[in-house]
């Protein structure tokens, strides 16, 4: 089973890469829950399935060129745990932010909790400094 879930945590992960939204309903729960730290935006945020949605969409109008890397995954019982790396060039606006057209690199680590075999809560922690230095908008001191 956990072989299973690790795939899809696997593929959820990769839909931020391919912008492939309809393949989400194979592996999200109706009732499926994202927070997020930090949000895009600043702060946290728990975002339902429909927000969830948006967010990407929006992601997908700002950046372009998107690669996705699943690192390493552990996995137990109905929890999988996933490090990834994400590569995008900032195109297009998001979150207030202008297109720099530059391309950023960053990882994060998502802990996705299973129901049934269906993905019903992910805890997201990604490295938004990182992000933000790839774009130019922050500096390292």
């Given amino acids: ?3 299973g879930l690790k795939e899809s945590s696997k593929n959820i992960i990769e839909i931020w890469g391919d912008n492939a939204l309809d393949k989400s ?3 999200l729960s109706s009732n499926y829950t994202n927070h997020q730290m930090p949000d895009a935006s600043g702060g946290t945020s728990s975002l339902s ?3 969830w949605r948006k967010l990407l969409a929006d992601f997908h109008a700002g950046f372009s060129d998107v690669k996705s890397e699943v690192l390493s995954q552990v996995a137990e019982g109905d929890i ?3 490090r990834w790396r994400m590569t995008a060039v900032h195109s297009g606006e998001f979150a207030s932010m202008e297109p720099t057209g530059k391309t950023t690199s960053w990882t994060g680590v998502q802990t996705d909790r299973y129901e049934s075999g269906k993905l019903v809560e992910s805890w997201v ?3 938004k400094f990182s992000f933000l230095e790839g774009l130019g908008l922050v500096s390292s001191p």
């Fill in 25 to 27: 309903d194979e592996y």
């Fill in 80 to 82: 999988v745990c996933s």
């Fill in 125 to 127: 922690n990604w490295d």
């Fill in 49 to 51: 399935l429909q927000e």
């Fill in 1 to 3: 089973m956990s072989a």
